[in-house]
């Protein structure tokens, strides 16, 4: 087991964890905004889509402690490779050149990645940690996104998911080897529509629940 606690302490190794528990949230992404489009559905279409996800009963907290460990080992592998490149450039260069491609997502990824903890953090208290004996789940989106500080905050915290994805999509795909000029193309290609998907899907359920539904 050796080889495996050395692979991990490396520097190849945490990009390898943190492609792949970003896949993982990938994944989880993508069907978190297919159970929410349900939403467009009307109220008793979403609590059908609700109560279809609670039948599950273990596998929800399976899948939920899943989650919680990938959140753990993506977060505090982010910050070590983090500080590692702050440690190996400890003095800052003079004048920032956008050389090699760089954009917003990839520039941002530490400070999109700690914003995006506190937003998860936020929403679960808002519509997962929540009396479910005296309000439904619908009930609470329904009274959140009444509130107008709120839905701003939700529309910017959507936008951040959206740039960190935009880049953290393909770049997970080049830490796996996929970085050639045949694939690569495709595959931002993809990663851009997905960060799409989930900005502008996830981004007018609050509109929608407000002014339309």
Request: aromatic share 18%; hydrophobic share 55%; no cysteine.
């Amino acid at each position: 087991m050796n080889w495996f606690f050395n692979m991990i302490a490396s520097s190849i190794g945490k990009k390898l964890l943190m492609a792949l528990t970003g896949l993982g949230f990938s994944l989880f992404l993508l069907i978190h905004l297919i159970g929410n489009l349900t939403l467009y559905g009307g109220k008793d279409f979403f609590l059908s889509y609700v109560e279809h996800l609670h039948a599950l009963g273990p596998f929800i907290y399976v899948a939920e402690f899943g989650l919680l460990t990938f959140a753990v080992i993506h977060i505090s592998t982010g910050l070590i490779l983090f500080w590692q490149n702050l440690q190996a450039r400890p003095i800052r260069y003079q004048v920032n050149k956008n050389a090699g491609g760089r954009t917003i997502g990839s520039a941002t990824m530490p400070y999109t990645g700690v914003a995006i903890l506190v937003f998860v953090v936020i929403h679960l208290l808002n519509f997962h940690f929540i009396d479910h004996s005296r309000q439904t789940v619908f009930q609470a989106i329904d009274t959140t996104f009444d509130m107008l500080p709120y839905v701003i905050f939700y529309t910017i915290a959507v936008l951040i998911v959206a740039i960190h994805i935009s880049h953290g999509f393909w770049s997970l795909f080049q830490t796996f080897g996929a970085n050639h000029p045949k694939y690569m193309p495709a595959i931002k290609g993809v990663g851009f529509l997905f960060s799409l998907f989930a900005a502008v899907g996830f981004g007018f359920i609050p509109v929608y629940v407000s002014f339309i539904m």
